[in-house]
């Protein structure tokens, strides 16, 4: 290291300028300089670091920065080099034994490359791990709160229902409707009959892309997880059935019998409840 500082340093001097003034031009601090100069690696904080300077510095100095570096690494294991002034100004740096360099080259798969691919091994994993939990219907955590959308599972409607004729126009095709001997809040498997028991909520949901619901019938939670597309679900209660979605656009509604269309925009969060009377009407999340 110190046959590399006076490398340098004959060749600033041949140059004609101080280190404050190599400072100036290449940004690099005057203490880094000297240390290279004066053979002081412990004042850089890694070999890498070191090697940066070492480069930076020999090109402005106008010498090859290749063999110097060269020599850094094999400090222990090369013979003296030679600095010879070459055309235009410019120095060139010499290796009495170039052999030497080629028997001790590091090799090329180091432990940069070791950790970069084990890095990119556990991303790969990681991805492939997310992608089979949204296939099998399993929902990792979610983006929004649901106590900030007031979804409890024993919150109970507290605004007055809309009259059911209020109800929206048909947007879609009617869907079919539940057999009137199914138990409030149990889910059914078969298309729905065209009768509704009075007193009766049944809402009905059919997902056209793939979509996360959350549904709480009379205080309980009825059901939770991904609808995929085309698939059909049907739930009955007495008191009230509250419906959250994280895609809006992703299902097709219907309440007792009548079509609502969609509840909203592709990705859209929204939340429904309805009671036998009809829809109640949404209340403002509050600002937190």
């Not at 690696?41 to 890498?48: A, C, D, R, S, W």
């Not at 059911?164 to 079919?176: D, M, Y």
């Not at 995929?228 to 509250?242: K, L």
Request: no cysteine.
């Amino acid at each position: 290291m110190r046959e590399l500082g006076q490398i340098l340093q004959e060749a600033r001097e041949a140059k004609g300028v101080t280190l404050e003034e190599v400072e100036s031009a290449t940004h690099m601090r005057v203490k880094f300089l000297r240390a290279l100069e004066q053979g002081q690696p412990e004042v850089f904080l890694t070999p890498l670091q070191l090697r940066g300077f070492l480069r930076n510095y020999a090109t402005y100095l106008g010498l090859d920065p290749e063999p110097l570096l060269e020599r850094y690494i094999l400090t222990n294991g090369s013979k003296p080099v030679q600095v010879q002034p070459g055309t235009n100004g410019e120095w060139r740096v010499l290796f009495r034994h170039p052999a030497d360099i080629s028997r001790h080259r590091p090799s090329l798969l180091s432990w940069d490359l070791l950790i970069s691919v084990i890095i990119l091994a556990a991303v790969a994993g990681f991805v492939l791990w997310y992608g089979s939990q949204l296939l099998n219907g399993t929902m990792p955590n979610l983006p929004f709160n649901l106590d900030a959308l007031g979804l409890a599972p024993a919150a109970t409607a507290t605004s007055a229902p809309f009259p059911a004729g209020a109800a929206p126009q048909p947007t879609a095709e009617s869907l079919p409707t539940a057999s009137p001997s199914a138990e409030p809040g149990q889910e059914a498997t078969n298309p729905p009959a065209a009768s509704i028991p009075p007193g009766v909520a049944q809402l009905d949901v059919t997902a056209t892309e793939r979509t996360w619901v959350r549904v709480v019938v009379d205080g309980a939670v009825a059901f939770e997880g991904l609808l995929m597309p085309e698939e059909h679900r049907t739930w009955q209660g007495q008191q009230n059935i509250q419906l959250l979605t994280g895609n809006a656009a992703g299902l097709t509604v219907s309440f007792n019998g009548r079509p609502l269309g969609t509840l909203g925009t592709r990705g859209q969060v929204v939340q429904r409840t309805w009671t036998p009377a009809g829809e109640v009407a949404p209340t403002a999340t509050p600002a937190r």
